[in-house]
C-alpha cells in the first residue's frame, strides 16, 4: 500500500470510530477520552479486522503530545499555582512519592527490575489534567477554591512528569534499559550524564521565563506584521539547541505565549489542531493496548487500578487532612486522582523505547487507564454523599470540617457590629470581592466564610471579619452568625452544595434571604422553584448589562 494511502487511511479510520465511540462514551455519562481509547484498541493489531499503521499513528501522536502539552503551557497560570502552593506543591509531590512506592512494590513483587519497578510506579502516580477540567466543568466548581487546588495539583504532577521525561533518555542506562550506543562506546559517568541534561534544561527554562517572555511577544508582533499566521517554532528550537524534549519545548512556547497580547489568537488558532491531533494521540495508544491482558492477567489488572483509585485517593486524602484543609476539599481532591492518563501513556511508551519497561507493563498501565477514567465520574458522583455518611456515623469527619485555630473566631470588638443587618458572603473571589466592596461602599456589614485558609489569614489582619471552612457544614455558618444575618450570599461557583448551605441557613435563621450565582440555566430555575431563592445566571446578567447599554446608546444617538 503506498505510504500516502496509509496516511490517509489511519487518519480516516482513527478519527472516524472516534467520532463514533467518543458520542456512545459522552451518551452513557462516560469521558470521551475512553471511546477514543476503544476506537484505537479497536484498529489495532490485536484485534480483528482493519489495522492501522502502527508507525504513522505514533508519528501522528508526537504531534499530537506536542500540542497537548501546547494547550497546557497556554492555560497554565503561574500565579494560579502560586496561590494554592503550600498544598499543591508538596501534597503532589508527597502523592507522587506514594504511588510510586505502590506501584513499584506491586512490580517487585512480579519480579521486575528495580528500572521496571521505578518507571511502571511513575506512570501510576500521575492522573489526567484533561479528564479532571472536564469533571469539575462539568460539576460547576472548576473556578472554586477546591477546583483550583485540584488542578494546582495535577499541575505540579504534569511538571514534575515532564523532568521526568527529559530525564530517562540519559538515565536509562543506569535504569537497566537496553537502549545505548549502537557503537558500542562507552557511556558517560551517570554524573556526568545527569548534570549535563539538568543544565540544559536549567538553561532552557531560564531562558524561557526570563528572556522568553520580553523577547518573544516582540518577535511574535513582527511576525505578525508580516501576514504569517505560523506563531511559534520554540519546541523545535528547544530539541535543536537544549537538547531537550519537543514536549517541553511546547509546554514552555504556551507559557510564552499566554504572557503576551497573542495568547487568544493562539488559543483560538491551535485549538482545532490540538482537539484533531490529541483524538489521534489516544487512538494511538489505544492501539498499543492488548486487551487479552484482561483475560491473561486479571489479577495484576485489579491490583494495578487498586494502587490508582484506592492508593493514590487514600493518600491524597490523607495528605489533604493533614493540611488542615475540609474533609470536602480531600474527597474532591482524591476523586480528581483517581484515574492516569495522557502523561501516563506518553511515559509508557517511552519506557518501552528505551527498554526499561516491559511490553506488559504498557498494556497494565493500559488498561489500567481505561478502567480507572471510564469509573472517575462515579467517584465524583458519591464525593456529597460519602461526606454526609461519614458525618453520620464518625464524629471525627464532622471534627475535621469544624477544626481551626482562632481565625474561626470573629474579633470581639467588632461583633457587635455584625450582629446586626450583617450579610454572610460565601466565596471570595472575583465575584465576592466585588460584592464585599459594594456592601463596604454602602456600609453594609458583612462576614466572610471561605475555604482559602491564606485568604481568610489576610482578610483578617485587613480588618475583615471571616471565617475558615466549607459553608455547608454548620458549624461555619454558626461562627458567621447565620442565625442573626439578614441575608447570604452564595457567591461561589461550587454548585453542589448550595441547597445543603441553604438548608442549613433557613434552620438556623428562618427569615433569611438566599441571593445565589449560578452558571447553569436549568440549576438556576431549579434553585428558584424549589427553595425562592434569587438566582442571578452569569450569561443572563451580562447580557442584561449589555443591552441596557446598548439601548442607551441607541436612544442617544436618536435624540
Request: aromatic share 8%; proline share 4%; glycine share 8%.
Amino acid at each position: 500500500m503506498p505510504h500516502s494511502v496509509s496516511l490517509i487511511n489511519t487518519i480516516a479510520a482513527g478519527l472516524g470510530l472516534a467520532l463514533v465511540f467518543g458520542f456512545l462514551a459522552v451518551r452513557l455519562r462516560l469521558p470521551a477520552l475512553v471511546g477514543y481509547l476503544l476506537a484505537g484498541v479497536i484498529i489495532g493489531p490485536f484485534t480483528p479486522g482493519f489495522v492501522a499503521d502502527a508507525g504513522i499513528a505514533a508519528q501522528l501522536a508526537e504531534i499530537g503530545v506536542m500540542l497537548l502539552m501546547f494547550g497546557v503551557g497556554l492555560h497554565f497560570s503561574l500565579d494560579d499555582l502560586l496561590a494554592v502552593r503550600k498544598i499543591a506543591l508538596p501534597g503532589a509531590l508527597a502523592q507522587i512519592a506514594v504511588a510510586t512506592l505502590l506501584g513499584g512494590a506491586l512490580a517487585l513483587w512480579w519480579d521486575w527490575s528495580w528500572g521496571e519497578a521505578l518507571v511502571f510506579g511513575l506512570a501510576l502516580s500521575v492522573a489526567s489534567t484533561v479528564v479532571l477540567l472536564r469533571a469539575l466543568e462539568s460539576l460547576g466548581i472548576l473556578d472554586s477554591f477546591t477546583g483550583r487546588i485540584a488542578v494546582g495539583w495535577l499541575v505540579v504532577e504534569d511538571l514534575a512528569m515532564v523532568l521526568v521525561l527529559v530525564l530517562m533518555p540519559p538515565l536509562a542506562g543506569a535504569l537497566g534499559g537496553t537502549a545505548g550506543d549502537p557503537a558500542g562506546a562507552a557511556p558517560d559517568p551517570l554524573w556526568q550524564t545527569l548534570g549535563l541534561t539538568l543544565l540544559q534544561v536549567g538553561g532552557f527554562v531560564a531562558l524561557m521565563l526570563v528572556v522568553g517572555r520580553r523577547a518573544f511577544p516582540w518577535i511574535l508582533w513582527q511576525v505578525t506584521r508580516t501576514g504569517s499566521r505560523e506563531l511559534v517554532s520554540i519546541a523545535f528550537a528547544s530539541a535543536a539547541l537544549f537538547g531537550v524534549s519537543f514536549a517541553l519545548g511546547a509546554f514552555f512556547a504556551g507559557m510564552v505565549m499566554r504572557e503576551s497580547e497573542f495568547s487568544h489568537r493562539a488559543a483560538q488558532e491551535s485549538l482545532p489542531l490540538r482537539d484533531a491531533f490529541a483524538v489521534l494521540f489516544f487512538v494511538s495508544v489505544g492501539m498499543l493496548f492488548d486487551p487479552s491482558v484482561l483475560l491473561d492477567r486479571p489479577l495484576q489488572v485489579l491490583a494495578v487500578v487498586a494502587v490508582i483509585v484506592l492508593g493514590k485517593s487514600l493518600a491524597a486524602c490523607a495528605l489533604v487532612l493533614a493540611f488542615r484543609y475540609p474533609l470536602r476539599t480531600a474527597l474532591t481532591v482524591s476523586a480528581s486522582l483517581a484515574q492516569i492518563g495522557e502523561f501516563s501513556f506518553i511515559l509508557a511508551g517511552l519506557g518501552v523505547s528505551l527498554g526499561v519497561l516491559p511490553v506488559e507493563g504498557q498494556s497494565l498501565i493500559l488498561a489500567g487507564a481505561l478502567i480507572s477514567i471510564a469509573t472517575n465520574p462515579l467517584w465524583f458522583s458519591l464525593i456529597v454523599p460519602l461526606q454526609k455518611w461519614l458525618h453520620a456515623r464518625l464524629p471525627l469527619a464532622l471534627a475535621l470540617e469544624s477544626r481551626d485555630h482562632p481565625l474561626a473566631e470573629l474579633p470581639t470588638t467588632t461583633e457587635a457590629r455584625y450582629l446586626s443587618r450583617q450579610v454572610v458572603l460565601v466565596g471570595y473571589g472575583r465575584v465576592g470581592r466585588r460584592i464585599a466592596s459594594e456592601l463596604e461602599a454602602n456600609d453594609v456589614p458583612y462576614v466572610v466564610a471561605e475555604q482559602n485558609r491564606e485568604l481568610v489569614k489576610k482578610l483578617r489582619e485587613a480588618g475583615v471579619a471571616a471565617v475558615w471552612g466549607d459553608a455547608a457544614d454548620p458549624s461555619v455558618l454558626i461562627q458567621a452568625h447565620i442565625a442573626r444575618a439578614r441575608v447570604l450570599v452564595v457567591a461561589t461557583p461550587d454548585a453542589i452544595n448550595v441547597r445543603q448551605m441553604m438548608e442549613i441557613a433557613r434552620t438556623l435563621n428562618p427569615a433569611i434571604e438566599t441571593v445565589i450565582r449560578s452558571h447553569n440555566e436549568d440549576e438556576a430555575r431549579l434553585l428558584t422553584q424549589e427553595t425562592a431563592a434569587t438566582v442571578f445566571l452569569g450569561e443572563h446578567e451580562l447580557a442584561q448589562a449589555m443591552a441596557r447599554d446598548v439601548v442607551r446608546r441607541a436612544v442617544a444617538a436618536a435624540a
